[in-house]
């Protein structure tokens, strides 16, 4: 999922550092609908990833809307981006809205079994089988990358800003909005797998929960050539 963030800019000319914190304010928001629900599962679940989908979204407008309007590069825009949401993570797992009952440290508070992502294997009983279905959702997330970007008008966009923002340019298109649009999506895929780690993967949000994927993402999108089905191989 943090790879798709990182693919997807690669196709608009742009680079995505900015991950690390995307998935942070995904899982953040995720989180809260996690714990703060005790079911239905059928609701709280699609609900949580959605709102974690939302929030990553929201953090990476912002970089877009700096290059858009202010000419920011998006280097500096995402790696400033990834220690503002560091600090307001630490900030928010230390409020009562929060932060874990009896606990100092920062932690939240865990995620309601009717909100977690099931696991795959939990017909076996065996609990270092972690994998869940979020699993599936980066599967899903990956089909509609290849239909966004090879099946519609905006994907046709987004590469051709790639391959020459002149050019775009010149036939009509806006980079501006692009840019935007671009980091938007960039910033739902990095926000699902923020919500995918708290609710699937370990149940509660720290400090470190995004740990290193948003950089080990961008390997990922180099590896798979910033294509839907290499970037999942990778």
């Known amino acids: ?8 800019t690669f196709r608009a000319g742009l680079f995505n550092i900015g991950g690390t914190g995307q998935m942070l304010a995904g899982g953040m928001g995720a989180v809260y609908v996690g714990f703060s ?8 679940i699609p609900l949580a990833v959605i709102v974690g989908m939302a929030c990553g979204m929201l953090w990476g407008i912002v970089p877009g809307l700096l290059k858009a309007r202010a000419g920011v590069h998006e280097v500096i825009a995402t790696i400033m981006m990834n220690f503002i949401a560091g ?11 929060f932060v874990r009952e009896g606990r100092s440290d920062p932690i939240s508070k865990l995620v309601t079994p009717e909100g977690k992502l099931p696991r795959l294997f939990g017909f076996l009983d065996r609990p270092e089988l972690r994998a869940h279905v979020g699993f599936f959702i980066a599967l899903a997330a990956a089909v509609f990358f290849w239909w ?10 987004i590469r051709a800003q790639g391959a020459n923002s002149d050019a775009a340019r010149y036939a ?12 938007a999506i960039a910033g739902g895929f990095a926000g699902l797998a923020g919500a995918s780690e708290v609710l699937g993967t370990q149940g509660r949000a720290t400090q470190g929960f995004a740990g290193d994927i948003g950089f080990d993402a961008i390997a ?15």
């Open 1 to 8: 999922l943090a790879g798709l963030a990182v693919s997807i």
């Open 37 to 44: 629900m005790n079911g239905p599962s059928i609701i709280q």
């Open 87 to 97: 600090s307001l993570v630490l900030y928010l797992l230390k409020t009562d809205t």
């Open 148 to 157: 966004l970007i090879e099946r519609t008008k905006l994907g046709f966009e």
């Open 172 to 183: 009509g298109m806006k980079p501006a909005y692009l840019m935007v649009a671009t980091f």
């Open 220 to 234: 990922v999108a180099l590896l798979g050539r910033s294509t839907p089905l290499g970037t999942v191989l990778a």
